[in-house]
């Protein structure tokens, strides 16, 4: 269906900024949304941002005015633009695509990239 590939990651200090990538190949076409999802050691995968195809974005209350989710649809990459980071912020970051391929729902995930901020 649909292959995704995270990069971006790394350590930063608190305050600093990174950039997440997400490229996604094979069945493009069926995708509906993009997204970034976080978790933490012992914690819950939980929402970072969502964005649709038609642009509209979500985002957890823990990063808003913090962070920006985009897409390139030219090069079927979505990027997320962290801010301000956090050590509470340290987590492996996730890509999610859903869609609908020949009629079947489906929910892909990237293999992650770990964010680290150290304080």
């Known amino acids: 269906q649909v292959r995704l590939v995270e990069s971006g990651g790394g350590l930063v200090q608190t305050g600093g900024s990174l950039r997440l990538s997400c490229a996604a190949s094979g069945s493009i076409f069926s995708i509906r949304a993009m997204g970034w999802y976080h978790q933490a050691p012992g914690k819950q995968r939980e929402l970072v941002a969502t964005i649709t195809n038609d642009g509209r974005s979500n985002y957890g209350d823990s990063v808003k005015g913090r962070f920006t989710i985009s897409r390139d649809n030219a090069k079927n990459t979505a990027y997320l633009q962290m801010n301000s980071l956090k050590p509470e912020d340290t987590a492996v970051y996730y890509c999610?695509?859903?869609?609908?391929?020949?009629?079947?729902?489906?929910?892909?995930w990237g293999q992650g990239t770990q964010v680290t901020v150290s304080s």
């Open positions: 999610h695509a859903s869609g609908s391929y020949f009629g079947r729902e489906y929910d892909n």
